[in-house]
């Protein structure tokens, strides 16, 4: 539960609030936790951000209906749940609820009250408030420390209607409900944020006013609307690439605050296996790709404020650190800046500066905004161009080393090089743009050694494909060597990348039944168990595979030989989950979701692979191809 910034502060951070039903003379008072022993079903109302879910419950004989969203325009999460009595005799049942709540991400400090004259529960500390309310009002509460409960649970349906606490609180709602047989009734329950009594006041008074349906209401058009505000050409695909298309779109755009920053992925579920940190962050690398899938479906207005979010991050000296929090501020990183010989280094991976070029310019094809890129062209694209011009070996033309994409690795890699190629004819096209013309050539002269220094120095004759890296050198099949074909560094027809290529899809190929391509060969991030390499190099990524299918459009000459991406697409809608959510990555076993979920980058990949896909199928078609 974020606020007042997506992904910052998290207000649950891993806690968890829960649901419960209690229906007389069927669990003898116990309550029934939502998830336990209900059978459910998970998804949206299509697209919309407005969730449709229902469980059931054989022994309560109980159906519930779920519908939630976060309201476009004001901060409050809005609930309905319809619940029907499925059997032959009435019943009375209580609903519950439970709030795990620590403001400031820290359970110290805050206050629960219930508030008699807005009949509401308040969680507060400074300038953090949530209110808690419901129509029909709830009818009894609980306000207690945390210590005395475990994380969300409901253990009784009575509550002692304490009023106040402080510190560390936990609270506890009821809404009771008599239900004929066969009868459905219908409650609606909301959460409020504001930065004071008075915000969460306003809101709630509107909720009331305006009803807590018609504010659903509200958001699922919105969200409907602004999904299908451009008529999407899907030319061959199955409805459900295009659902999970435009789904994709909407998930990204939950990924991005409105101050600009865009979010990794917003997943409590990895603090435990992340060294308690989270993935909550702005990375440079996932955003451009971001930013990318966003102008090319038109989305393009927000993206107008992630590069304005950008201008403050970029160093003095025209690099970006490895990730930012939503607020414009330094997140936390492991990049160190002293070598392992004690001498000083630069923690960076130089491929996330490129790419903010390189999406920027993307930026400015697709809206055509001479204007907007004003600013950013001397805040953004001459530092950064600058800095990749300057910070290169002299001798091979190359970049120094940095870190590589997947942040382990510190050397002269075959990615960033591609990277930093790319970011500089684009920069060079800027200059160009606004008659620079002694930086174009500069930036131009400069891209043309670090092409010549990648056929030179990073392609091996005896292995014929590309490496890694060199100093130190690393013979290592990664899927991130798509990237010499990706940023046109050599076209994907050439020998030296149908090389690399097939070296990829074999060496990287998950050989069980669920597939897909591997980040690299013995890659052991989230590996669930030991295995043979040769079987499983790793465990499947979306992101991979979808490079994968990139490469085959690149190289298509005729519609039929765009077969296999559109066969790498419905792989991917086949293993979303239940609700449409991309994972990091799979379980090689059983195809379950590992990692972060949702991770944005590989959303806003589905959508660039479409894209290119339709745009390849349409260029074919028209050349009868």
Not at 80 to 102: C, G, Q, V, W, Y
Not at 255 to 266: E, F, L, S, T, V
Not at 392 to 418: C, F, I, M, Q
Request: some cysteine.
């Amino acid at each position: 539960m974020y606020f007042p910034h997506v992904g910052d502060e998290n207000h649950v951070n891993g806690r968890h609030c829960r649901i419960g039903v209690v229906v007389e003379g069927k669990n003898l008072g116990l309550v029934s936790l939502i998830g336990d022993d209900w059978t459910h079903k998970l998804g949206y109302k299509e697209n919309t951000l407005v969730t449709d879910s229902y469980y059931h419950n054989d022994l309560l004989y109980i159906d519930l209906e779920f519908n939630e969203c976060v309201h476009p325009f004001e901060n409050v999460f809005i609930r309905r749940i319809a619940i029907t009595n499925t059997d032959t005799k009435d019943i009375e049942m209580k609903i519950l609820f439970s709030h795990d709540i620590a403001l400031y991400e820290n359970p110290m400090g805050d206050t629960g009250i219930y508030d008699p004259a807005l009949r509401s529960i308040i969680h507060y500390q400074r300038s953090r408030y949530f209110l808690i309310n419901g129509l029909p009002n709830f009818d009894s509460y609980e306000i207690g420390p945390k210590e005395k409960y475990e994380s969300g649970a409901i253990r009784s349906a009575e509550f002692n209607m304490n009023s106040i606490q402080v510190g560390a609180v936990n609270s506890f709602v009821s809404i009771s409900q008599h239900i004929a047989a066969g009868e459905t009734k219908t409650i609606y329950y909301w959460i409020v944020a504001g930065k004071s009594f008075f915000d969460v006041k306003r809101i709630n008074e509107l909720i009331l006013e305006r009803t807590p349906r018609l504010m659903m209401t509200e958001a699922e058009k919105y969200y409907y609307s602004w999904v299908n505000k451009e008529k999407y050409d899907f030319f061959d695909l199955p409805v459900k690439v295009a659902d999970l298309f435009k789904h994709s779109l909407l998930i990204i755009r939950s990924q991005i605050d409105n101050d600009g920053a865009i979010i990794a992925a917003n997943d409590s579920d990895i603090l435990e296996r992340f060294n308690m940190d989270s993935y909550s962050y702005m990375w440079p690398r996932d955003s451009a790709f971001i930013a990318m899938a966003m102008d090319m479906s038109r989305h393009s207005g927000i993206v107008n404020v992630f590069f304005e979010y950008c201008r403050d991050l970029i160093s003095e000296h025209g690099y970006f650190l490895q990730k930012y929090n939503p607020t414009g501020t330094l997140a936390s990183g492991w990049m160190p800046w002293i070598a392992t010989d004690g001498s000083i280094q630069l923690p960076i991976q130089e491929d996330s500066t490129a790419l903010i070029v390189i999406a920027l310019w993307n930026h400015y094809k697709t809206t055509g905004c001479i204007e907007t890129i004003d600013p950013l062209y001397h805040s953004i694209v001459k530092p950064a161009a600058d800095f990749m011009t300057r910070y290169r070996d002299p001798a091979t033309g190359l970049p120094k080393p940095s870190y590589n994409l997947w942040e382990e690795n510190r050397a002269v890699h075959t990615y960033t090089s591609s990277t930093v190629y790319a970011g500089l004819k684009c920069a060079c096209r800027f200059a160009e743009l606004y008659g620079d013309d002694d930086l174009a050539k500069k930036y131009n002269t400069a891209a043309r050694e670090v092409k010549a220094g990648i056929e030179k120095h990073l392609y091996d004759e005896d292995l014929g494909r590309f490496l890694r890296s060199i100093n130190p050198r690393d013979e290592t099949v990664d899927a991130s060597l798509y990237a010499v074909s990706q940023f046109n560094v050599v076209p994907p027809d050439d020998i030296r990348v149908v090389n690399t290529m097939n070296a990829i899809e074999d060496k990287l190929s998950v050989k069980t039944d669920v597939g897909g391509i591997a980040r690299f060969y013995q890659d052991e991030y989230h590996q669930v168990t030991e295995y043979d390499p040769g079987i499983i190099p790793g465990n499947p990524w979306f992101i991979c595979t979808l490079w994968m299918a990139q490469w085959y459009i690149q190289k298509a000459k005729s519609t039929s030989d765009l077969q296999r991406p559109k066969e790498i697409l419905l792989w991917v809608t086949g293993h979303a989950t239940q609700t449409g959510i991309l994972a990091e990555q799979l379980n090689p076993f059983d195809g379950s979701s590992l990692g972060v979920s949702p991770l944005t980058w590989a959303h806003a990949t589905f959508v660039i692979t479409v894209k290119k896909y339709v745009g390849k199928a349409r260029l074919l078609e028209k050349s009868g191809g």
